[in-house]
Each structure stands twice: as structure tokens, then as C-alpha cells.
């Protein structure tokens, strides 16, 4: 079947599946090994995550990119997807436009690079229009100011595709994936939530929420007998890691266990992900989010207050107002722009902000106080934290965070990798 991606074009899958095809593909090419980010972001390119992009951007893609938030040919993109390089590895693999290369991650071959643009790039112009400043605090700025001397850009076929590690194997989906089973829970409508984090009830009703707004004009009568029609899909970012950051494995299983417990029907409710560094790009991120979940099949996106932001480089709802600049035509899923959730005693219940009338009281669920209740280890109230996942937090500890839920340098160096690629 075929599908269609951002942009209205058909969605993007570069992938050799047969070795015999892959060894004869790659005879002759010289190797360029690549760090994990590249290898993750050519992983992504092959499977369509990025679709239409076919591969590695050009220079003329990234200059629009930044000065127009869109490709060459009109398609809107927020954020340039480049392979950085120095100028000795460029003389050393002998590198030239019209050639081919070998990418290999870890010693292994991953995919075929078409070189069809070796270029340089002013770093500042990148930063101000990315991310709107050129603070080298920022990280997504440092990274752009880390990346080598020059850019290559141009095609990549995956000729040897990764394997994951459990438990990353049971929620990996590649985007054609992700809408056949789409296709098979006969959901016609899904809203996205974007998540690098271990759920408690404010996250829990934030998708509530959007499962509501997502479904809203859809009649009962749509809704085949005791089938849900419209799904949310919690798609986690796995990638770079910073110290303090909930472990990978805790987000991942946490969020997949409100279904699993009953939180959200098993029919109503799935959990995958995508393999991204953030950038902290706020609204530009909210945007190449947007991009990514249309190519995922997704119908609706849900934002929150700060998505993708970081410090104070912001404001708390820019990345809902980037969607009013973005005509509908040309943006393929519609945002659902969520509000907080908090917990207000004198109700009872989990409520958000703008519909009680008891503000003083209200308790919100900000990330340190969750922290320090995590970190305690005695069991919150149901309505703060949901017992199940609390269990799940301390098992992953355990098992895979040398016994901390939240990442540590031991996990840095030790901790199980979402993927591995093998010999071909
Ligand atoms: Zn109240």
C-alpha cells in the first residue's frame, strides 16, 4: 500500500532488506564511520520519519529552512537534518560530490550516502532563525557551533537495518508500520503526545484531554458497537541523554502500563517511539514534531505549555501560536493545544487550569515535586501518581538504571542502547 507523508508526497522508505542485494550494493564503497547521532538520523531518513527529505539536506534546503521555514519547493520544514564533517575527513575518505559511501555505525554497515553537496554553513544565521538566538548555552545552539567544518548532502539507503534492544524491541514502529496498525485498530482519527517522561495524572489528563478534543465532533453512532475509532499515541523521543533525565526504558513502560492497567482502554491507547536528540527548539521543534507524527499517519498533535522549550528562551505557549503562521493546506495534522492539569484538594480531583475557582489551593504537578516523591520511594496518593506506575519507576530502577529511574554517568556508560546494528 502506499502512503502519504508531509507535503502531500509519497512517504519515504529507503531500506535494502535483502542481504544478498546489500552486499553487492555496498562492493567497492569506501567506509565513513558515523557517531550515534548521524547513524539514528540516517536510520530515520530511510524509514520515511523525515519524509519527503530522501536524505542528508543541502545547502539550498538548509538556506531556506532558515530563512523560510520551508524546503526549496515550498514544503514546510523547521529544523535542518545535516552530516557534519571535517575538512580532513573529507581529504581522508576522499570525499567528492557524484561519489558514494558506506556509513558505518560501530564497526558495521548501515546505509549508502550519495554525496551531492559538500558545503559550509554560517553557524550564527542557523542559530537566530532555528532557535532564535545565538546563546551558546542554548543546546541546541551548541550543538550547531559543535558541528564540524562542513556539511554533505544527499541521499542514504539503509542497507542493513537496526535491531533493538529489549525492551525498546516491543515499541519500535517504522512509519509504515505505525499506520497498518493503525489501519488494523480501525482508528480513523490519532493524536499524538510527545513525551519524554514518566506519566503522573496531570500527564495522564493531558492525553485524556486530547483524546476528548481529538474525538469531540465524532457521534456515537461513528463509533462502531464497543470500538474506539479514535486513538492517542504516546510517541516517546529516545535519544541523547542528559544527566537527571528520566531513564529511557522508565518513560517507555511507564506510559505503555496506563494501558496495561486500564488508565486507557487497550483499544483507545498505544505507545512507540521515535529516535531524536532534542534540539530544545520550542516552537521550530513543535513544528518538526508536527512534521514527524504526520508522517507517523497521525491526525492530531497535542501541545502543552513550553513544548520543547528549554530555560527561558520562550514563552510558555509560543509553540501553539508557530501553528496560527502556518497555513492548514500545508500542515497535514491538526495541533490540539492542551492546558495544564493540576490537582485541587477543594475538588477533589485532577481539574485544569481555567475551570475551578480555587486557585489558591491548587497543587501542581511540577516535575521536581514528582521527582522528590519518586525519589522517596513511599507510595503517593492514586490521584497524583498512579500506583502501577510508581512499581514500574522502582522495577526499571533496577533493572536497567543501576538503581536510580532517572539517568546517571553509569547509565551514560553502561545503560542498554535502544538499538544496536550487527554484522551484515
Ligand atoms: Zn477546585
Not at 559543535?146 to 539503509?158: A, H, M, P, Q, R
Not at 453512532?221 to 542528559?242: D, Q, Y
Not at 514534531?289 to 527561558?312: K, Q
Request: aromatic share 12%; with cysteine; charged share 25%.
Amino acid at each position: 500500500m502506499e502512503f502519504i507523508g508531509h507535503g502531500g508526497k509519497k512517504l519515504v522508505e529507503r531500506v535494502v532488506t535483502d542481504k544478498k542485494e546489500a552486499l553487492n550494493k555496498i562492493k567497492g564503497l569506501k567506509a565513513v564511520p558515523v557517531r550515534r547521532q548521524l547513524a539514528t538520523e540516517a536510520i530515520s531518513l530511510a524509514y520515511g520519519f523525515f519524509s519527503p527529505l530522501e536524505g542528508f539536506m543541502k545547502k539550498n534546503d538548509v538556506d531556506s529552512t532558515c530563512k523560510n521555514m520551508a524546503l526549496v519547493d515550498g514544503t514546510v520544514w523547521s529544523i535542518p537534518i545535516v552530516f557534519d564533517i571535517s575538512d580532513q575527513e573529507i581529504v581522508d575518505y576522499g570525499i567528492k560530490v557524484g561519489t558514494s559511501v558506506l556509513l558505518t555505525y560501530e564497526g558495521n554497515p548501515l546505509a549508502i550516502f550519495e554525496i551531492e553537496d559538500i558545503y559550509a554553513y554560517d553557524r550564527d544565521t542557523w542559530s537566530q532563525a532555528v532557535y532564535g538566538t545565538t546563546d551558546s548555552k542554548h543546546p541546541g545552539v551548541k550543538r550547531t557551533l559543535d558541528y564540524k567544518d562542513k556539511f554533505l548532502g544527499g541521499k542514504i539507503t539503509l542497507i542493513n537495518p537496526p535491531k533493538f534492544n529489549p525492551p525498546f524491541d516491543q515499541y519500535w514502529l517504522t512509519p509504515k508500520q505505525h499506520r497498518e496498525k493503525f489501519g488494523q485498530k480501525g482508528w480513523k482519527r490519532v493524536v499524538a503526545h510527545q513525551t519524554r517522561n514518566v506519566p503522573h495524572s496531570g500527564h495522564e489528563w493531558l492525553m485524556k484531554h486530547a483524546w476528548m478534543a481529538t474525538h469531540a465532533e465524532m457521534s456515537m453512532e461513528e463509533t462502531e458497537e464497543g470500538h474506539a475509532i479514535t486513538g492517542v499515541l504516546v510517541n516517546a523521543i529516545i535519544g541523547e541523554k542528559r544527566a537527571g533525565d528520566y531513564i529511557d526504558q522508565a518513560i517507555i513502560l511507564t506510559q505503555d502500563a496506563l494501558r496495561k492497567y486500564g488508565y486507557f482502554r487497550d483499544d483507545v491507547h498505544m505507545t512507540s517511539f521515535t529516535l531524536w536528540d532534542m534540539r530544545y527548539a520550542g516552537p521550530k521543534e513543535a513544528v518538526h514534531h508536527a512534521i514527524i507524527r504526520t508522517n507517523l499517519g497521525l491526525t492530531h498533535h497535542m501541545f502543552g505549555r513550553d513544548h520543547a522549550g528549554v530555560g527561558t528562551y520562550y514563552g510558555s505557549y509560543d509553540a501553539h501560536r508557530i501553528f496560527n503562521k502556518i497555513p492548514k493546506e500545508k500542515l497535514n495534522i491538526t495541533p490540539i493545544f492542551v492546558v495544564e492539569w493540576l490537582y485541587c484538594p477543594h475538588c477533589g480531583e485532577v481539574t485544569c487550569i481555567g475551570l475551578c475557582n480555587h486557585k489558591k489551593e491548587w497543587q501542581g504537578f511540577s516535575g521536581t515535586v514528582i521527582r522528590s516523591i519518586i525519589m522517596d520511594g513511599v507510595k503517593p496518593p492514586r490521584l497524583i501518581f498512579r500506583p502501577e506506575i510508581f512499581d514500574i519507576v522502582q522495577e526499571c530502577a533496577e533493572k536497567y538504571g543501576f538503581g536510580s529511574p532517572f539517568v546517571t554517568q553509569e547509565y551514560l556508560d553502561k545503560g542498554t542502547q535502544a538499538f544496536r546494528i550487527d554484522p551484515l
